[in-house]
């Protein structure tokens, strides 16, 4: 998503009627050997109802980003050196928000060798 995009507004539908969340915000993605360590921020306050979950998902991967936490997720099976699209969706009792998107790429963790005193 690029800088200052409209994330999810917690808009109005006509009539006064609350619609979807705001976005999830910042997500943040850690790769390693394989997988992909997934962290988001609860998205912003506003007036509509309060976010009652989430859904993340890397794109073009039958497998599901498996909850390690109420805002992160981790997705492994994956190839080292490819990217992937990672998405985030807040969900409120109206509906899905608007997705907010990263890419990263998993990579092979190397052994360290420390050369000590």
Not at 81 to 90: E, H
Request: hydrophobic share 35%.
């Amino acid at each position: 998503m690029r800088p200052g995009a409209d994330r999810g507004a917690g808009r109005r539908r006509s009539g006064g009627q609350a619609e979807e969340a705001r976005g999830a915000t910042d997500p943040v993605v850690t790769p390693i050997d394989t997988a992909l360590v997934v962290s988001w921020s609860p998205p912003a306050a506003f007036a509509g109802p309060a976010v009652t979950g989430y859904v993340a998902a890397i794109a073009n991967v039958a497998s599901p980003c498996v909850s390690t936490g109420p805002t992160s997720c981790i997705s492994t099976g994956l190839k080292n050196g490819k990217s992937y699209m990672v998405r985030v969706w807040a969900i409120n009792s109206v509906g899905t928000g608007i997705q907010v998107r990263t890419h990263a790429t998993p990579t092979t963790v190397q052994d360290c060798l420390y050369i000590g005193p």
